[in-house]
């Protein structure tokens, strides 16, 4: 699923990279406290992936809204994908998390794979940008972080929040990014949105919190709501005219590579063949 790792790279920016991790089996307690920070962060990785270490595994579809500052936003673009996470606990207690996802932008009119497209905004005929990134963080009862091993230098801040209530539970992922454009303006002026960009991913997810509490039960089902705050695409050639685009996906947490659509599955499997194998998480 879409994190900051997709804006970062829809704007140009090198994936984050990791190494493969491994987990061993961790025991999930048979009551949270969600208000502690520590319950929370572990409740937050069950729900998010698997606490034994196997990878969690997400599909998801929603919509790119886009807008000049003075105007309303409208829907411009559909979005499809599926990503992957694996989390390995911390002698400390925070969650090494890799990630590794691919996704497309798609017509709302044909609901088909926009490989070319027309933005509604400017009337530039645009390629978009569809993505496939990785990307590390880390994630404790402090917060979110960037990973140490990242390639990226990035001013970055985030949070982890955990609640329930009449039998759900919720938890949150909230990223705040800010850095440098490494695109220059007399090389690409069209794709060029500024000198910095700042970034905001708000995702959250949610289950049942009998499925949390349940020790017994290794996979817990979860949904996900996505939304973030982002500059123009580089491929919308917007340039520096003030606007933003934001994401809204609804996504579900799965337990095989076969629980997605088949156009899903074969457009994946024909640009990336043997990465729904091997995602590299």
Known sequence: MPTRRDALLAAGIAGLSGTMLRSPSLAASTTYDLDDPEDAVTAYARMRGNLDGSPGMWWYRGNMFAKRSDDVAERVLKIEGFSFNRLARREDGRFDQIMAEAGYFIDPDTDM???EWVN??????????????????????EGVSGSEAAAVPVQFTGTVEAQSHSGRVWTTENMVTKLPNPRVEADDPLGYSGPVITLTSLASFTGQLADLNNSDLTFMPATLHFQNLAPWMPWMKM???????TWQLLG????????????????????YPGWLEDPGV
């Open 120 to 141: 509604p905004l400017n009337g530039h005929t645009c390629t978009p940008g569809h993505y496939k990134s990785n990307q590390t963080i880390v994630v404790g009862p």
């Open 252 to 271: 579900t947490k799965v337990q095989s590579t076969d629980d997605m659509p088949d156009r899903l599955r074969l457009r994946l499997d024909t640009d």
């Open 239 to 245: 340039g520096q005219e003030p606007g933003l685009t």
């Open 113 to 115: 794979v926009a490989d």
